[in-house]
């Protein structure tokens, strides 16, 4: 979902014709409101972490790559309380892994 509504905000002629200004800058395409859309991609940028910061796991540098877009959906939707959000979340995913400096 975050790659699609990259998609429709950096190729909108592909990907739903073309971007309407006047509905606001904020990225939500795909759900239709871009609070919901970063709570999403906060989900997956926590899950990410979560695997990244596993020890000898194969999908880390998968986790790592998958972050990139997800980083950048967030940012165009423009919202506050997702990032918030996802700085609560990691903090508590570095809380609960036993090699905390790792994970940090």
């Not at 509504?5 to 990225?27: K, V």
């Not at 990032?83 to 979340?89: E, F, Q, T």
Request: proline share 5%; with cysteine.
């Amino acid at each position: 979902m975050a790659l699609y509504a990259l998609g429709t905000r950096l190729a909108p002629g592909l990907l739903g014709g073309a971007y309407d200004p006047s509905s606001g800058y904020q990225l939500a395409k795909p759900i239709g409101y871009w609070n919901a859309l970063g709570l999403l991609v906060v989900f997956g940028l926590v899950l990410a972490a979560g695997i990244a910061v596993r020890r000898g796991s194969f999908l880390a540098p998968v986790a790592a790559a998958a972050a990139v877009p997800l980083l950048a959906c967030l940012y165009f939707t423009f919202s506050r309380g997702s990032v918030a959000v996802l700085v609560a979340a990691l903090a508590v995913v570095v809380a609960l892994d036993r090699d905390r400096l790792r994970a940090a």
